[in-house]
């Protein structure tokens, strides 16, 4: 299995920028794709951001586009989200995912297509 731990989470002001990490362990080789989720209360959890780990292909949610960047370092083991602009509407719990297997047309963008979670890390903006 995959352990996922992220981090990075905290409060930034209107505009502002953080960066958050997901290090990841365990049986990390047979790992396929990596995917940012946010939830907000009274919200879907939804897929804003997307990695294929060996490849690097990324997949953005339309409202990120351009602000956000989704990176893996393999030496570390540890995928990134680097958010920029960032916007009041952006606070939510954020999380982590991973997908083991691959997919062939549309990119998988619901909670039940990733196999293991993070346990979560708070983002608040402020206005």
């Known amino acids: 299995q995959v352990q996922l731990v992220e981090s990075g989470g905290g409060l930034v002001q209107a505009g502002g920028s953080l960066r958050l990490s997901c290090a990841a362990s365990?049986?990390?080789?047979?790992?396929?794709?990596m995917g940012w989720f946010r939830q907000a209360p009274g919200k879907e959890r939804e897929l804003i951001a997307a990695i294929i780990w060996s490849e690097g292909i990324t997949h953005y949610e339309d409202s990120v586009k351009g602000r956000f960047i989704i990176t893996r370092d393999n030496a570390n083991n540890t995928v990134y989200l680097q958010m920029s602009s960032l916007k009041p509407e952006d606070t939510a719990v954020y999380y982590c995912?991973?997908?083991?297997?691959?997919?062939?047309?549309?990119?998988?963008?619901?909670?039940?297509?990733?196999?293991?979670w993070g346990q979560g890390t708070q983002v608040t903006v402020s206005s």
């Open positions: 995912a991973a997908r083991m297997t691959l997919f062939r047309s549309s990119w998988p963008t619901k909670p039940n297509e990733y196999r293991y």
């Open positions: 365990g049986r990390t080789f047979s790992r396929y794709a």
